[in-house]
Each structure stands twice: as C-alpha cells, then as structure tokens.
C-alpha cells in the first residue's frame, strides 16, 4: 500500500470553527489532491497541489485553503466550518500528472 | 470539462453471476481512464487502468473492462463475482491537457449469497 496517512481520522466540531486536516505521504510523489465524498455526487475535487507550494483549485474549492511547505505534507483547511462541509474527506497522491492516484483512509468530518 | 456518467447506481447480483458496471464519458481530448473500488469505510484502490495500447484492459481480483472510443465507454466486467465483491466502485477520467481525475457518482454492488 502507498504511504498515505491522514489525520485526524474523524472529527466533530462546531459551525464557525476552524478545522485543519493533514494529509502525509512517504512516497515522495508530486502531486496530491484533496477530495469530499457525498452520497449521490461520487468523489469531487477541492484542491490539488503540483508541487511544493503550487496548487490550484478544483471543482468545489469555496469555503477551503490549502497549503504543501513541504513535499511529504498537504493540508486543508476549512477557515470557518459550516454544516454543508460535513463529508468524507479523501487524500491522494500521484507520480505523474494524469496517471494512477493512490488515496489515504479518509477523514469523517461533522459539523454540527 | 470532462464527464463520467455511471448509469447504474445500485447493482444486485447473485452469488457466481456476471456482472458489468457501466461507464460513460465525454471528452473532446484522448483520455486515460480508471476503475476504483471502495469497500465499506476504506480509501479507494484502483482497480484497473487504460492509458493506451490494447482496449481489453485486466485488472485484480478477475474484473477486467473494454475502451470503447466510438462509444466513449469504459463498461467494468467479471464473470463470476463473489460476496467479497460487494463495495462502491468508481469510474474516473483523466486527460492529457489537464492536471484533474473526474469521478463518476459511482455504484454499489451487492452479490447476494
């Protein structure tokens, strides 16, 4: 299995709060991403980062930042959590632009 | 902007039975193409890959799909599933001219013993 950790693996906080999620890989890969899975909307993009501090949006970046210092570390924050970003929070990694990614354990998210 | 359709969101199948998952995409671009499966609260692990080469692409634990460019479908098959088969799987597309998977909404397969 590919090195993907993520942490922590479940969380539940408070409307307005802010949340961080950490993603780590031992793989030494470039790119890594952050997904949310929704029932009925499959995996969908947050934000994705092409190597140390390049990144970019995806498909459902409001409401989330994101920040890579360091190869091995991705992290996504959510500056003031809101109901609708309860979800299932999935990392992955990839070697090559467009190729195989390899996806961490997921974080459950609840905002109350 | 690529899309995956994934036609069918629930699929039962009994014990030993074939099963096809089927996929769909648009795209104007040449496209690399995935099956994941996701078992019950667990990541997802890919499943198969066509990037190029042969359309008749084998994956692990005897799934296997077919690239259809004329059809622009990439259909998941087994002959004979198992109860260990039971799990969410997804259909995702990728491209040569962007940085981005697209997902499908996935479906569950239930084999019913």
């Given amino acids: ?112 | 902007a690529q899309s995956v359709t994934q036609l069918d969101s629930q699929v039962p199948v009994f014990e030993e039975a074939p099963v096809e998952l089927r996929c769909n995409y648009s795209s104007s671009v040449s496209v690399y193409l995935f099956w994941y499966v996701q078992y019950p609260n667990q990541g997802l692990q890919l499943l198969l890959k066509y990037l190029s080469g042969s359309t008749l692409v084998k994956g692990i634990n005897g799934f296997e799909a077919e690239f259809n460019k004329s059809q622009t479908s990439f259909h998941l098959r087994k002959p004979s599933v198992h109860i260990s088969d039971t799990a969410e799987y997804f259909c995702a597309v990728s491209t040569n001219t962007g940085n981005q998977f697209y997902f499908g909404t996935g479906t569950s397969l239930t084999v019913i013993p």
């Fill in chain 1, 1 to 112: 299995d590919a090195g993907i950790t993520q942490s922590p693996r479940h969380k539940v906080t408070e409307t307005g709060t802010p949340v961080t999620l950490r993603c780590h890989q031992t793989e030494n890969h470039r790119y890594m991403y952050w997904y949310r899975q929704d029932p009925g909307h499959g995996l969908r993009l947050i934000h994705y980062s092409y190597g140390v501090k390049d990144t970019d949006k995806g498909e459902v970046s409001d409401g989330y930042s994101v920040s890579r210092s360091k190869t091995e570390d991705f992290l996504l924050t959510l500056e003031s959590a809101t109901s609708s970003q309860t979800s299932v929070y999935f990392c992955a990694i990839s070697e090559y632009r467009n190729n195989e990614q390899f996806f961490g354990p997921g974080t459950r998210l609840t905002v109350l």
